[in-house]
């Protein structure tokens, strides 16, 4: 686990098999996937636990990041496979933990699931 922004948080996985692109993707005020050939389509990403491959895009998309926290409207973090500047940047501005994981970790979690994250503790937890 390599922690790009440091938290702790614990809810329920929403995972995407599909990078994410925050500027194109994802409504502001709703949190709601927008784009209809993203797997994530009409889902919130309110209050999740955001498990994806990376983000996209341009680093605009950092400033989505931020207006969706300041929207209340954000996850409770991200976990990532690689690390991209706009996803960095934007948990950064808005201070939402995010961590990058390996490709055999990231397969191991199942949308749905209840993760717990700290990386005070460089803890990942995987409940059942």
């Given amino acids: ?6 938290g702790k948080a614990e809810g329920i996985v929403l995972k995407s ?3 994410i692109n925050f500027l194109g993707t994802v409504d502001k005020k ?12 009409q889902k919130s990403i309110k209050d999740t636990i ?8 341009s680093s605009v998309g950092a400033y989505t990041i931020y207006s969706i926290k300041s929207n209340d409207t954000a996850p ?14 934007g948990c950064a501005l808005a201070n939402i ?32």
């Fill in 1 to 6: 686990m390599k922690i790009l922004v440091s």
């Fill in 17 to 19: 098999k599909y990078p």
């Fill in 30 to 41: 709703t949190g709601i996937i927008s784009d209809e050939n993203h797997d994530l389509y």
């Fill in 50 to 57: 955001l498990v994806f491959p990376s983000g996209v895009g």
């Fill in 76 to 89: 409770l973090a991200m976990v990532c496979t690689k690390a991209d500047l706009t996803v960095a940047t």
């Fill in 97 to 128: 933990p995010v961590i990058i994981i390996s490709d055999k970790e990231f397969s191991s979690i199942k949308n749905g699931q209840k993760i717990t994250l700290d990386t005070e503790s460089n803890l990942l937890i995987l409940q059942k």
